[in-house]
């Protein structure tokens, strides 16, 4: 079984790091069985495909994956991140919504 999920974390899943600007995610991803794919993709609120985002392991923890996206570079609006995990035959996908406002 493949899940995309909040599990109890010692941090926040999500925040934004005032000093850097940047919205960092961290993202749990628990596979029965083989290490799992991981993807996110970054899309306006109106459905445009914007870009592939990086998605890094963390070294102590090998189911959890982080990522950093600078908000400085982002118009206001309104956004999309599109987590996908695959391991074998089995995939997830899960979405995170969020605004840029100035």
């Known amino acids: 079984m493949l899940r995309l999920d909040a599990v109890d974390m010692a941090e926040p899943p999500l925040w934004i ?3 850097s600007e940047q919205l960092i ?3 749990p991803v628990l596979a029965s069985s083989g290490a799992p794919s991981v993807s996110a993709q970054l899309s306006s609120g109106l459905g445009g495909s914007m ?6 392991p963390n ?3 090998g189911n959890l994956y982080q990522l ?3 908000l400085a570079a982002l118009p ?3 956004y999309v991140i ?9 995939e997830a996908r899960d979405t995170l919504s969020f605004r840029v406002t100035p």
């Open 17 to 19: 790091d005032t000093g």
């Open 25 to 27: 995610v961290r993202l």
């Open 51 to 56: 870009r592939e985002l990086a998605l890094t």
């Open 59 to 61: 070294e102590s923890r």
């Open 68 to 70: 950093a996206l600078p």
């Open 76 to 78: 206001a609006g309104s």
């Open 82 to 90: 599109t987590f996908a995990a695959k391991a074998g035959d089995r």
